[in-house]
């Protein structure tokens, strides 16, 4: 069997995790699901009116202090909502398949095109299919699992069709990479690329630099049954983080207002430990931890919880198309993971 080159773009970055058991020990008796508990204390001041409200960081939010990357493999982090997988290649066909977490169900489509010998149109294969799993669970710290409990797919009789403004000859097929699935495993960013199989990193490396003596950038989808490895495009792994240093946050000052998405950053710089705070519809995030992004790159990693318990982890930084504020992990379903916003200061 040929080797196949695999298109996507995604950003991958190998990060380092250190040993917090401490902290994770009481993450996971006090944070349930992917939520987190946040207390609020309020202390009366002696001899006036005044109320004075302190808000205690989550311990979702202290673990992060300590290391931003266990999140992934604390036991309390769980899959995504919803995430879309992808396996394609330069031979013009591609696989995608689009989980819903909450229902337990995918929906997908394969599609392969190959331009006539004449030039007078195209041969496609294609496949949309439906389906339903039994919902993720945990294997160990670096890997989530889940059992394809059906599989249909539409099949129909030979089309006329149209492709890239030529006809085409379309014939159904079988979805590729996605045909015998039973169990699949959702690898987590910072798993050991030694935990991997052999198989999916074939795979893996065509989409992105791999260290084998590391620890894997992104998300990896697996179907063990065909040995092929989907890449999740829509859920950036959180970059390498450092400490803030004020040269870091030297350049960010003020609001910064995406419009069109109505999203609104406000960095406050007031105090020796400068915050943010976020807003986006009735989601408030405020008093959000600050770190920058490893290698002066002149990035920010924000990251906190709002009052619901719900958490945020996000990064703002330039680049060719001016300010952008993309959220690499969260569960608010007003601001929610893989978006990108492209604020502007106000």
């Known amino acids: 069997m040929k080797k196949r080159i695999i298109l996507a773009g995604v950003m991958a970055v190998s990060l380092a995790m250190s040993g917090c058991n401490k902290v ?8 349930k699901g992917t939520g987190s508990v946040v207390a609020e204390e309020k202390e009366t001041k002696t001899g006036t009116d005044e109320t004075e409200t302190s808000k205690e960081p989550s311990e979702l939010v202290k673990k992060m202090d300590q290391d931003m990357y266990s999140l992934y493999s604390d036991a309390a982090y769980t899959c995504h909502s919803s995430f879309v997988c992808y396996l ?43 389906g339903t799993i039994d919902g993720f669970t945990r294997i ?16 129909f009789d030979k089309k006329v069709d149209r492709y890239m403004d030529l006809p085409a000859d379309v014939t159904y097929s079988d979805p590729y990479g996605f045909t015998k699935a039973d169990e699949v495993i959702l690898y987590l960013p910072n798993t050991p690329v030694s935990q991997i199989p052999g198989k ?22 697996y179907n063990p049954a065909e040995e092929t490895a989907f890449m999740v495009l829509e859920q950036p792994a959180i970059p390498e983080c450092a400490d803030l240093k004020d040269a870091d946050l030297a350049n960010w000052d003020g609001e910064y207002v995406d419009n069109h998405e109505g999203v609104k950053i406000t960095f406050d710089k007031s105090s020796s430990t400068p915050t943010a705070t976020i807003i986006r ?42 300010i ?12 929610q993971a893989g978006k990108i916003f492209t604020p502007s200061k106000a």
Not at 24 to 31: F, L, N, T
Not at 100 to 118: H, M, P, Q, W
Not at 144 to 155: D, G, R
Not at 203 to 216: K, P, S
Request: negative net charge.
């Open 24 to 31: 994770k020990d009481e993450a996971k008796s006090k944070v």
């Open 88 to 130: 394609y290649a330069l031979t013009s066909w591609g696989t995608d398949i689009t989980f819903n977490c909450r229902e337990n169900t995918f929906e997908g489509n394969y599609e392969s095109a190959v331009l006539k010998i004449d030039g007078d149109g195209y041969d496609m294969l294609k496949c949309h299919f439906t």
């Open 281 to 322: 519809g009735t989601s408030t995030y405020s008093g959000m931890h600050i770190k920058a992004v490893q290698g002066g790159q002149g990035g920010l990693i924000l990251y906190g919880t709002n009052d619901e318990g719900q958490y945020l982890v996000a990064g703002l930084g330039t680049g060719d198309q001016g």
């Open 200 to 221: 999916a990193l074939e795979w893996i490396e065509a989409y992105q630099d791999i260290d084998r003596n590391g620890l894997l950038g992104s998300y990896i989808f």
């Open 324 to 335: 952008t504020l993309t959220v690499y992990e969260s569960n608010d379903p007003n601001i």
């Open 140 to 155: 160990n710290e670096y890997s989530l699992s889940t059992h394809v409990t059906k599989l249909t797919t539409e099949k």
